[in-house]
């Protein structure tokens, strides 16, 4: 298992344009090209484990793939049943949209993951989807994986969703594709909304009125996509962040989706009383542009509302707490305990750890600003825990075990951190 010990930041001031591509959008990129008729063209597609795992899937259900390092071209003759067991890896995101794909395919299909995606809810998607016909189960009736699949006829359906998650919402869009009538589906919150603009933008029929989505079955294939991945700012972050806690910073982040359902950290951080600004370059399926964050004083905030647009980032923006004057506070968030770790415990852990003063409730937790103490911080294989805390380091000089699994979402994260900072693998 790789550590690293990172040295207490000085001063920087840059601008990075190497930020990992977005995650969710590569996951469906490769996915949505399976329902088009003609080849799909992706430019930064992000090469990481969890999205190479999907484009791997996609070449096993018999896409046609090529790639020519710069361009990802890929096209489809229909989803093909596949002798291969289809390895998510880390990704819930990858599984879940999976069961959405394949419920209505022909043929038999095995989904797995590593031990942690293993461990993750997946009756949230599979319950839904055998209530209109799909043939899912996997070990405790459904919940877990590895999950086998057998394509059948769905049923149209009105879906009022309990959680507000992106990744229901689009295995259920999906399915609805080649469901027998209209369908919708509500959601208690909006979540990110990629797979309702870039389906829309192929060509579906789908229509949003608030919280609810309604989807009509395809009645040709789409068309294909041409896309340029924007950055993720979720991998963003961490930077935003670094900047926002080391006085004297300032970073520009370029070429960052600024989809209204994916930057809510930054608006959060905002808040806090960072200089945050945004520049919107360019529009196509979403605005993209570049978010430029100055250092300044931080105070304590309360996060309680629209929950899943900072959901991922909410580990990085503890740092921010531990750094901020008074008592930050984090409510509704349960859905953190059912990610890669269960993120309220690593993060109320870690923070502990560095002598933060924390307490920990069910849906969430309160951070105390303080000084950040050197520590030892175990990653518990969840790549946002392990870069929060090596951006921590910059702060207090900290020791972070188990850093492989950074390779899920931002292979590139270290090239880029030691621009700010030494960084000394163990
Ligand atoms: O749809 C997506 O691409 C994602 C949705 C979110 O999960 P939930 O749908 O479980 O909220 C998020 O945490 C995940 O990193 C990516
Ligand atoms: C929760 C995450 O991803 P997933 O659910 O796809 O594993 C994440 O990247 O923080």
Known sequence: MRSVKVTIASPFSLAISEIAPDKSISHRCAMFAMLADGTSEITNFLRAEDTLNSLNIVKNLGAMV???????RISSEGIKESSEILDCGNSGTGMRLFCGLLSSAEGHFVLTGDEYLRRRPMKR???????IGAKLDGRNDGDLAPLSIRGASLKAFNYE????SAQVKSAMILAALR????CSYSEPELSRDHTE???KGMGAQIETDGLITIIKPMKKLLSPLKIRVPSDPSSAFFFAVAAAITPGSDVVLEG??????RIE????LERMGADISYETTENKYEPIGNIRVKHSPLKAIIVEDNISWLIDELPALSIAFACADGVSVVKNAEELRVKESDRISTVVNGLRACGIEVEEVHDGYSVKGGELRASTIDSHGDHRIAMSFIIAGAK??????????????FPNFFEIFQKITKVEFL
Request: glycine share 4%.
């Open 256 to 261: 960052v989706t600024l989809n209204p359902t």
């Open 161 to 164: 969703s309990k959680i507000a």
């Open 197 to 199: 603009r870039m389906l």
């Open 125 to 131: 998607v599979t319950a839904p989807l055998r209530d």
């Open 265 to 268: 950290a930054f608006k959060a």
């Open 396 to 409: 207090c000089s900290m020791h972070v075990t188990d850093i492989e699994c950074i390779n899920t979402s």
């Open 179 to 182: 469901a027998d009538g209209e």
């Open 66 to 72: 090529v790639d020519d390092g710069e361009v990802i």
